[in-house]
């Protein structure tokens, strides 16, 4: 709800301050005061297009704040949160100023924002209706929205979105088992020859080291022979290291007994370096022995490493992803042998989500046609006191092509009407005059009231064109509107100044070559002076006082 409105240098503006409250506000004043001037500035505050010529004359820019309510749940925060806006007051501040060259800013609570993130937000807590509106009802695109918010409970749209995603996803796992299947049957052909050569080469992970390790061991193969020939001969044989260590060892342990154990450490360590000496000998004698077998080794290993790296260029991989290549073209394989069933199995589960999807579908628009036919009947209802009881309103629902489906159901609907008989329908905004637009706008808001999910109105010279009982009923329905939602409106009729809950005049004054427009909120007398000044002019009676007590009393009534 719109709480409070600020405005500075807005042509005939210089400063102006409005409280607003909920409930059916009025705005009155001559014709040429400035009231058109209020709806452009709040325009500028909700993201219209902005204008250099709004700028008061020898002012630098102009500044426009509007301040709402804005309740925890309301859809607002989510769509600021995702442009990450994210506010956690209770209050929102929408401020928008224009510079004298025409560029303008736009600031949600104080931060910077897009002018089309402004207007988005604005088109979710204001709609404006008059005969150049072209939000809010006026766009069809709105149509399905407010007929299922009058007739079709919440949970069967849902159900229908849900069963809507459900086959999108099922549509999609086919689609991707099918091309899966046709890239593998491409590739068949490529993937089995492969297959067969790393079958026949049998790689093993990290077996890329240990060749090459083995590799540079042979290529160093007489060095190291005959170093570990010389370690052996320095280790065995009549003057080797193990004969020596074991001839040491005997000598202390003959003696050692006598020594009061304190050789025993050194018999010890001999006998260790005995069984160490031996297990070095078994260690060279060891690598003598591999060094010395086929001569033919070193071959056998690089044909092996170089096939392994010949074949990991081919696929372009290191020589280690070999084996899972394998393991890959293996499930490859396997997949194509069965790919055809799986891709049949992907179908039925898509063509029963269809059919769900079908039946959710229908069951909405058989709700959707009930509910069609109630709304218009209750939108025609408003339409007789209102002046336009030739007029004809209809809800169409119009089948749509498979290829048109969607999450919000199988038809496109919007609403036509036929102002005269005999007439063709089309379009609200096309087929009626100014005066008749708008009160088929508000019409179709009375009957919509409850289900709106913009909590503020404002009416343009709704009653623009009409006098006497079709402007009491217009008032009457402002007044209803204004039970459920804030309304705001610029009128010209006594009848509808009467209904408000809350009055505000505007006017203009001229002092020192300057024009300037105020806004004055009314008492209870002084709105029975302004609604005199409507009923009889500039020259207020004593029967246009009685006349407006009497409407103000009616509306009370």
């Known amino acids: 709800m719109l709480i409070g409105l600020a405005i500075r240098d807005v042509v005939l503006?210089?400063?102006?301050?409005?409280?607003?409250?909920?409930?059916?506000?009025?705005?009155?004043?001559?014709?040429?005061?400035?009231?058109?001037?209020?709806?452009?500035?709040?325009?500028?505050?909700?993201?219209?297009?902005?204008?250099?010529?709004?700028?008061?004359?020898?002012?630098?820019?102009?500044?426009?704040?509007?301040?709402f309510t804005l309740p925890a749940k309301h859809p607002v925060r989510a769509l600021l949160t995702e442009a990450g806006l994210a506010i956690d007051d209770e209050t929102l501040v929408l401020r928008r100023t224009v510079a004298a060259d025409g560029r303008s800013r736009a600031f949600i609570a104080d931060q910077p924002a897009s002018i089309g993130l402004l207007r988005q937000v604005g088109e979710a807590l204001v709609e404006i209706e008059g005969q150049f509106a072209q939000r809010g009802l006026l766009d069809p695109t709105t149509h399905r929205e407010a007929l299922d918010a009058y007739g079709v409970a919440e949970a069967d749209t849902r159900a229908l979105t849900e069963a809507w995603q459900s086959w999108r996803n099922a549509i999609t796992a086919h689609e991707a088992?099918?091309?899966?299947?046709?890239?593998?049957?491409?590739?068949?052909?490529?993937?089995?020859?492969?297959?067969k050569e790393l079958e026949a080469l049998d790689p093993r992970p990290g077996e890329e080291t240990s060749l090459a390790d083995e590799r540079a061991l042979m290529q160093n193969r007489e060095r190291l022979t005959e170093a570990l020939e010389s370690t052996l001969a320095e280790l065995v044989g009549d003057r080797g290291g193990e004969r020596a260590l074991q001839a040491a060892l005997r000598q202390i342990e003959r003696v050692k007994d006598r020594a009061g154990g304190r050789l025993d450490p050194a018999a010890a360590a001999l006998e260790r370096a005995?069984?160490?000496?031996?297990?070095?000998?078994?260690?060279?004698?060891?690598?003598?022995?591999?060094?010395?077998?086929?001569?033919?080794?070193?071959?056998?290993?690089?044909?092996?490493?170089?096939?392994?790296?010949?074949?990991a260029r081919k696929h372009n991989i290191p020589v280690d992803g070999l084996a899972s290549l394998r393991a890959e073209i293996t499930a490859k394989l396997g997949a194509l042998e069965d790919g055809s069933g799986a891709v049949e199995k992907f179908k039925?589960?898509?063509?029963?989500?269809?059919?769900?999807?079908?039946?959710?579908?229908?069951?909405?628009?058989?709700?959707?046609?009930?509910?069609?036919?109630m709304f218009d009947q209750a939108v025609t209802k408003e339409l007789k006191p209102l002046k336009l009881e030739k007029a004809r309103f209809a809800?169409?629902?119009?089948?749509?092509?498979?290829?048109?489906?969607?999450?919000?159901?199988?038809?496109?609907?919007?609403?036509?009407?036929?102002?005269?008989?005999?007439?063709?329908?089309?379009?609200?905004?096309?087929?009626?005059?100014?005066?008749?637009?708008?009160?088929?706008?508000?019409?179709?808001?009375?009957?919509?009231?409850?289900?709106?999910?913009?909590?503020?109105?404002?009416?343009?010279?709704?009653?623009?064109?009409?006098?006497?009982a079709v402007a009491a009923a217009v008032g009457e329905r402002l007044h209803r509107l204004g039970q459920e939602l804030q309304v705001l409106v610029v009128t010209h009729s006594p009848q509808v100044a009467a209904r408000g809950a809350h009055h505000w005049r505007v006017e203009k004054s001229?002092?020192?070559?300057?024009?300037?427009?105020?806004?004055?909120?009314?008492?209870?007398?002084?709105?029975?002076?302004?609604?005199?000044?409507?009923?009889?002019?500039?020259?207020?009676?004593?029967?246009?006082?009685?006349?407006?007590?009497?409407?103000?009393?009616?509306?009370?009534?």
């Open 13 to 67: 503006i210089d400063r102006l301050d409005l409280s607003f409250r909920p409930g059916l506000c009025v705005l009155t004043g001559e014709t040429g005061a400035g009231k058109s001037i209020l709806l452009d500035a709040l325009g500028l505050a909700l993201g219209v297009r902005a204008e250099s010529g709004l700028v008061r004359r020898g002012a630098e820019q102009a500044t426009v704040t509007a301040e």
């Open 510 to 557: 001229q002092a020192a070559q300057k024009t300037s427009t105020r806004v004055e909120e009314l008492s209870a007398d002084a709105r029975r002076e302004e609604i005199a000044r409507m009923l009889s002019g500039a020259s207020i009676t004593a029967e246009a006082r009685a006349a407006a007590a009497s409407l103000m009393a009616g509306a009370r009534a």
């Open 177 to 195: 088992a099918a091309q899966r299947l046709y890239a593998a049957q491409a590739e068949e052909e490529f993937l089995r020859h492969a297959a």
């Open 395 to 468: 809800t169409v629902l119009t089948a749509l092509g498979e290829a048109d489906w969607g999450p919000h159901g199988r038809e496109r609907v919007h609403f036509e009407v036929a102002t005269n008989p005999g007439a063709p329908a089309g379009p609200l905004a096309k087929v009626a005059s100014g005066g008749e637009l708008s009160r088929f706008m508000l019409a179709l808001k009375v009957v919509l009231a409850r289900t709106s999910p913009v909590p503020t109105l404002v009416f343009d010279e709704v009653d623009s064109g009409i006098g006497g």
């Open 348 to 373: 039925r589960s898509a063509d029963a989500a269809r059919s769900a999807y079908i039946a959710a579908a229908d069951k909405i628009s058989a709700t959707r046609r009930s509910a069609a036919a």
């Open 274 to 311: 005995v069984v160490e000496a031996r297990e070095a000998i078994a260690m060279v004698e060891t690598q003598l022995r591999t060094l010395g077998g086929d001569a033919s080794r070193l071959e056998q290993i690089e044909e092996r490493l170089f096939a392994l790296r010949a074949l």
